[in-house]
């Protein structure tokens, strides 16, 4: 077979993704990600991979393969991307975000960013290398699934509780969200570039809350006013002051960009100096709980018996139990909680062989790298590959012009990624498996 040139495909391969479109609004409601899956494992199974495609249900697919090592004695490592992307207003972007065009220098549509660049950038490595006759010497799993923007019920999660024995042997992951660079003024006057590695995220718990009372005429007194006992708990929670608490990745984080300690008084100090990232560092000194919706009555003149509110709550490594403590004393004894979505906070220590393999890698291609580990404020997939033992990291690598707001670009619109960012991942990545 004549050697593949992943630099070459990169483009093609993210481009294709994203004109496949595999909305995912959340009530299983859209095209699914089997036309994506399928594109997935025919370019697998071209350099001799035998994927599996694997349906949760109608046309939420997941495809899963296994490259096998040159030491069988090693632990496996699994790479993993999801299929699936957010809706869009097509009315709001300067190129439709199902074009995949390639304009201005950059990629653009829906997932290019989150995460179809990234299941590119993988394509291309397993077929450059695979074409060429080399192997990993560990395993390596590959997991392309469906439904994580929506908590991966019919993805990740469904893998792990119907299919664990497909990524037997793995102990380590790579997947979204790190490895990106972000450029930041240096203390002699010029700038450096620091490129930032996901070992921890923040858990979830997505709730709907409701007050219950007395049902009644508008017009007369009521005491037991649903509505006046939700909005109350609803503005108590949103106005909340949550204190900071510095995590070990966000204090490792402080320490490896300022270079000095950041203590917890001073964090939201050294946040405001960051710039672009700010946005997300800042979410992740503390724990959160957003209202996102409110729904009670049916009619000006009606009192309802009952209320709802749904809040949009992220807590800490380490915390969630101070975070449910804190929400009950908030909500009172009169507003009642329940999860819509809850899952874990995780956290892994920033040491060890494959932190060092992402670094050299990235050393590498960009001798003057600085490899900086943070906490996202979101959730990835790695939340169920967690529940089987594996250690991940966020880690899709992009060295990004110092002006792109990439952060910014995640479930935003206009989203598009550098072909020289996509072709300096494949770079870094081929080397990655080089090295660990």
């Known amino acids: 077979m004549t050697p593949l040139n992943g630099e070459d495909e990169v483009v093609e391969l ?35 991979l035998e994927p599996e495609i694997l349906e949760s249900d109608g046309g939420r697919a997941n495809v899963i393969a296994r490259i096998e090592g040159t030491d069988p004695g090693r632990d496996g490592l699994l790479l993993h991307g999801h299929l699936d992307v957010v809706p869009f207003d097509a009315a709001d972007w300067r190129h439709h975000p199902l074009s995949g065009e390639v304009a201005d220098g950059c990629v653009w549509g829906r997932g290019a960013v989150d ?16 074409s060429a006759g080399r192997r990993p010497s560990r395993d390596v799993v590959l997991a392309f699934t469906a439904d994580e923007e929506a908590g991966g019920n019919y993805g990740a999660q469904w893998l792990v509780e ?33 490129y930032l590695i996901e070992a921890a995220e923040k858990g979830i718990a997505w709730m709907r809350l409701t ?22 708990a609803v503005g108590r929670l949103g106005r ?30 050294a946040v405001a100096e960051l710039g672009l990232l700010a946005r997300m560092i800042g979410a992740t000194l503390r724990n959160t709980a ?31 139990d101070e ?17 819509v979505y809850h899952d874990v906070a995780v956290e892994t220590p920033f040491t060890g062989d494959l932190v060092k393999a992402m670094a050299d890698a990235l050393h590498e291609e960009d001798p003057g790298a600085k ?18 033992g594996i250690r991940g990291f966020g880690f899709a690598p992009l060295q990004l012009p110092p002006d792109l707001d990439f952060s910014g670009m995640f479930h935003g619109i206009d989203e598009r990624v550098p072909v020289d960012s996509l072709r300096f991942g494949v770079r870094v990545l081929d080397r990655f498996l080089d090295y660990c």
């Open 211 to 232: 007050a219950k009372g007395r049902a009644g005429h508008g017009s007369m007194l009521n005491d037991e006013n649903a509505v006046t006992e939700l909005a109350e």
């Open 115 to 130: 995460m179809k660049n990234m299941d590119a950038m993988i394509l291309a490595v397993v077929r450059q290398r695979l």
């Open 162 to 194: 119907n299919h664990r024995d497909l990524f037997a042997g793995c102990t380590e992951a790579i997947g979204e969200v790190g490895g990106f660079s972000v450029t930041m003024d240096a203390q002699d006057g010029g700038s450096r570039r620091l």
């Open 14 to 48: 993210c481009g294709d993704l994203i004109r496949i479109d595999s909305t995912n609004a959340g009530d299983n409601s859209g095209p699914g990600e089997r036309k994506a899956a399928e594109y997935v494992a025919a370019k697998l199974a071209d350099v001799g």
């Open 240 to 269: 909340y002051e949550w204190p900071v608490r510095l995590t070990s990745t966000v204090q490792s984080f402080f320490d490896e960009v300022f270079e000095v300690e950041v203590k917890a008084e001073d964090a939201e100090a």
């Open 323 to 339: 975070f449910f403590r804190t929400v009950d004393e908030l909500l009172g004894p009169n507003v009642t909680r329940e999860f």
């Open 371 to 388: 490899v900086v580990p943070y906490t996202l404020s979101g959730g990835t997939d790695l939340k169920a590959f967690s529940r089987l």
């Open 290 to 320: 957003n209202p996102t919706m409110l729904a009670a009555g049916y009619k000006a003149n009606v009192i309802p018996q009952s209320a709802t509110a749904h809040v949009d709550g992220r807590f800490l490594p380490g915390y969630e």
